[in-house]
């Protein structure tokens, strides 16, 4: 893409997203989104940050990690934590308040920011001296560090403790939401098309001919590790300040990893565009199966997990498999080396 | 001048087995150096060792003048001294044009940041990796199937795709592990003169690890023979085909 058009690209997609951002609140004419459909959608943004970030470590590089949850918890607490007690004071600097929707804005920059930042420090943190560790050692490491996280963040009063960040102020939107998983996908194809993504497929693919080929591979893990980190903590960031969705470290156990694992596994491990699909997919799944429950409640978290399994069966490497879809693909016209990444 | 590589005095323990006893080599730049000896000689331990596998328990190995007995393998690759493997290693999951590309990769000069942005420089040096890996390809013959699944090739073609891959990190020296191992002797003589070819036209020094005494005795200079990880013979050819000690060695004393 030239200069010129990415600049295009670039303007025409944030009019959309503020455009869409504007009938997401106010409507448009008689037109109002259903608030339990916003909901949905605006988690289904969320998920895709988190997926499409996992898949970077889980699904791209290879490695096992099943610590997400922690990552997301960082950078969730630290956003929530900079706009309760300094987004009034930033959104002041500015002649606003935190609740007005330029205010917001201004104040969720640096919010997400410092999240991003937190949690990317977190991820080096934890990177550096388990990377080193291979399959079932890294995922329990990972595991354990989400815990750690966890049960310290149930013990600071500051941020609500066990009852949750109940302080929050509710400052995301559609169109910080989506903001972020398009920047989450554009960054991590972007990697993936590059030397560096070949790198990371490379470890995955065989770690000591990797290192033959001149590869620093704990390097590249770390770097996975802490761009992955550092995305999931934007996602923290995000659904910590949604509306009616408070921070709780309940929430925010190893169910929650696990969750994003299936997500991108359901999607096709590997794939960027498995992950969004995985991501949507799994979202939308629950809640469309919620009229079962008023016939037998519970029910539809059994056929939730049927859905799965039966899915698993049938196609085990996911829905996308390592496919990208893209449009090209869809016109069924391959590049002619039949590069998979291009 | 100076050789290339220079081992002294190396020995490689695991606990109580020494794999390799006080070796030493000379190898000089532009050789095509040949390491042979008989199953469990310890030929593969000497070839991890020089690669960095392994750290070996006493002694040196210089390499174009940097100690590198204390470095990774993916430092002496970086310093010029590329690898295949004797159970080939290709990425699997990647074409062949991207196994290539894959290995230009320490060559890089873009940052990550050029990559996530998008900036000029990392979309001129990714056509230009692209470019100098079909290059690459076309020298082996492998142009043609640049976008097939590289473990989809078959034997022999997976065999030069290796050779192919190393040749893309630009090194000066090339370690060949058992390049024969797993073909027919009509396959041998070409690839004898592959590597010869490739010695010439890269301006290379080879070193090969080989079992195939054909192979070896057809292409090699200087001739290195191991057996219990100790030196029993070096020379030419043929003085190694007249030494009773290596004699012995490959078909066992009366």
Redesign the interface.
């Known amino acids: ?1 030239s200069p010129a058009r ?1 600049v295009v690209v670039i303007a025409a997609t944030l009019v959309a997203l503020i455009a869409l951002n504007y009938i997401f609140e106010y409507g448009f004419g008689d037109f109002y989104i259903n608030p339990y459909y916003a909901r949905i959608i605006n988690l289904i943004g969320i998920n895709i940050t988190l997926a499409v970030s996992l898949n970077l470590i889980n699904g791209m590089a290879g490695q096992f990690s099943i610590g997400h949850a922690g990552f997301m918890a960082v950078g969730g607490y630290t956003a929530t934590y900079l706009t309760v007690y300094h987004g009034k004071q930033i959104a002041e600097t500015f002649g606003r308040t935190v609740t007005d929707p330029v205010g917001s804005s201004i104040v969720m920059i640096p919010s997400l920011i410092a999240g991003a930042l937190a949690a990317a420090a977190a991820g080096l943190l934890v990177g550096i001296p388990s990377l080193r560790l291979k399959g079932d050692y890294l995922a329990i490491v990972t595991l354990g560090f989400s815990e750690i996280i966890r049960v310290i963040i149930l013990n600071i009063p500051a941020v609500g403790g066990a009852t949750g960040f109940t302080d929050a102020i509710p400052i995301t939107n559609f169109f910080w939401i989506f903001l972020m998983a398009i920047l989450t996908i554009v ?1 991590t194809r ?2 993936a ?7 990371l ?2 470890i ?3 770690e ?10 704990t390097r590249y893990k770390v ?1 996975a590790f802490v761009i992955s980190a550092a995305l999931a903590g934007v996602a923290g960031g995000l659904s910590g300040q949604l509306f009616a969705n408070p921070l709780n470290p309940q929430n925010l156990n190893f169910v929650r990893s696990i969750e994003v694992i299936v997500m991108i596994v359901l999607g096709g491990i590997g794939s960027i565009t498995g992950a969004v699909v995985g991501a949507t997919t799994l979202t939308i799944l629950p809640e469309a199966l919620r009229s079962f429950d008023q016939q037998f409640p519970g029910l539809r978290m059994v056929i939730y997990a049927l859905l799965l399994i039966l899915l698993m069966i049938f196609r085990p490497q996911g829905l996308m498999g ?1 496919r990208e879809l893209n449009l090209r693909w869809l016109l069924r016209r391959q ?7 291009a | 001048m100076t050789p290339l590589l220079e081992v002294r005095n190396v020995t490689m323990r695991f606990g109580g087995l020494a794999a390799v006893k006080n070796l030493n080599m000379q190898v000089a730049r532009g050789a095509l150096y040949g390491l042979i000896g008989p199953n469990g000689a310890g030929k593969t331990t000497v070839f991890n060792v020089l ?1 960095g ?1 392994y750290c070996p328990t006493e002694g040196e190995i210089s390499f174009d003048g940097v100690n590198v007995e204390r470095k ?3 430092e002496i ?2 310093l010029g001294a ?2 295949t ?1 004797q159970n080939i ?7 062949v ?2 196994n290539v ?6 060559r ?1 000069r ?1 940052v ?1 940041a050029d ?4 900036t000029g420089r ?1 979309h001129a ?2 056509a230009e ?1 692209r470019h100098r890996a079909l290059e690459l390809l076309k020298i082996f013959g492998l142009d043609r199937v ?3 699944a590289a473990t989809a090739l078959p034997y022999g073609s997976q065999r030069r795709l290796e050779i192919a ?2 040749l893309a ?1 630009e090194p000066k020296l090339l370690l060949l592990d058992e390049p024969a191992a797993g073909m027919n002797p009509q396959e041998s003589v070409e690839l004898m003169r592959l590597i010869r070819w490739i010695r010439d036209e890269f301006k290379l020094t080879i070193l090969l690890v080989e079992h195939n005494m054909k192979v070896v005795m057809g292409i090699c200079e200087v001739i290195q023979v191991i057996d219990y990880g100790e030196e029993i013979a070096i020379g030419t050819p043929a003085e190694i085909q007249a030494n009773p000690k290596v004699i012995e060695a490959y078909l066992g004393g009366g």
């Not at chain 2, 290693?89 to 074409?95: G, I, K, N, P, V």
């Not at chain 2, 590309?101 to 320490?106: I, P, Q, S, V, Y």
């Not at chain 2, 990559?115 to 998008?118: D, F, M, Q, S």
């Open positions: 893409m990415k960054i972007n990697i098309t590059s030397t560096f993504g070949r790198a497929f490379a995955r693919s065989d000591i001919a990797a290192e033959a080929m001149g590869i620093d591979t770097m390592r590049k002619k080396d039949g590069s998979v990444l | 690669t596998v990774k393998p993916y690759t970086k590329a690898r493997f290693r290709l990425f699997a999951d990647m074409t044009l991207e590309m894959t290995a230009h990769h320490l890089a873009q990550l990559a996530v942005i998008g990392h040096e990714e990796t640049a976008g097939e891959r190393a990190t």
